[in-house]
């Protein structure tokens, strides 16, 4: 189990105890067989998760999120076209278009907040931020009285 998805050593996270799971499950991918995925950091925080996804030369209208039911899907797609002028004794242009895409899915635990996920595109990294409903976040200790 990765040690970042534990709250401490001796309490497991919330999600963990509640459905008996390792979160690993919960974020359960699927990645077509695709070339350059881009790497993908999942964060569990206390109150929710961030999935950052690097994609550096990518505009955010390259990307397309989508959640059906509790799968978050994230995907781009990228054509760029370079045209260079070929300087030979035969004068022609020749063009050459390139098309990048991915897509990867995510199974998100039913813990989270889906109506309140947000993303955002700067400096290469889309983050998105996935918000725990309320009754899921992790409250700290607090002090029973003794009634008598």
Partial sequence: MNPLMRTN?????LIENFFGRDMNDFFNTT??????????NVVEHQDGFRI??????LKKEDFKLSLNHNNLTISA???????EQDKSNEKYTRREFSYS???????LPTSVDAD????????????????????AKVKPPRQIE???
């Fill in 101 to 107: 895409s991915f897509q990867r899915t995510f199974t």
């Fill in 31 to 40: 990645t077509p067989a695709m070339h350059n995925v881009p790497a993908v």
């Fill in 52 to 57: 950052e996804v690097a994609a550096p030369g």
């Fill in 9 to 13: 050593n001796n309490l497991p996270s």
């Fill in 146 to 148: 003794i009634g008598g």
């Fill in 77 to 83: 797609y990228q054509e760029t076209k370079n045209e």
């Fill in 116 to 135: 309140n996920i947000q993303a955002s595109y700067s400096e290469g990294v889309l983050k998105i931020e996935i918000p725990k409903r309320e009754e």
